[in-house]
């Protein structure tokens, strides 16, 4: 596994919750990524993200990893959940609170 690969495998095993994204929740840089993260921010937990757009291998390496070909992609619990239309469908049925919210528990009783 190259350096990118690991560092991508860091991130999403170090953090319950990651939205790989193009800007960040307070400043996004397409609608997709603003819907993934306003739909996050719903749920009203803590999660991190990365800003594809500061590193192009980063931006080409998660498609990789995950074998998905869009940003953004949202990280639970290890696992990748899918992109913007999979998370606002999850959002609407309330899916989403309750895997995001699940995983935090369990990562702080780790």
């Known amino acids: 596994m190259d350096e990118v690969q690991q560092a991508i495998k860091q991130q999403v095993e170090s953090h319950p919750v990651i939205l790989f994204m193009k800007g960040t929740p307070q400043f996004p840089q397409c609608g997709f990524s603003m819907k993934a993260s306003q739909a996050l921010a719903g749920c009203e937990v803590e999660f991190a993200y990365v800003n594809v757009l500061e590193d192009e291998r ?53």
């Open 58 to 110: 980063i931006r080409q390496g998660i498609k990789e990893f995950g074998n998905w070909p869009t940003i953004p992609q949202l990280y639970v619990g290890g696992e990748l959940v899918g992109g913007s239309d999979i998370i606002l469908q999850m959002y609407e049925s309330g899916e989403l609170e309750t895997l995001v919210k699940g995983a935090v528990e369990a990562k702080s009783q780790a």
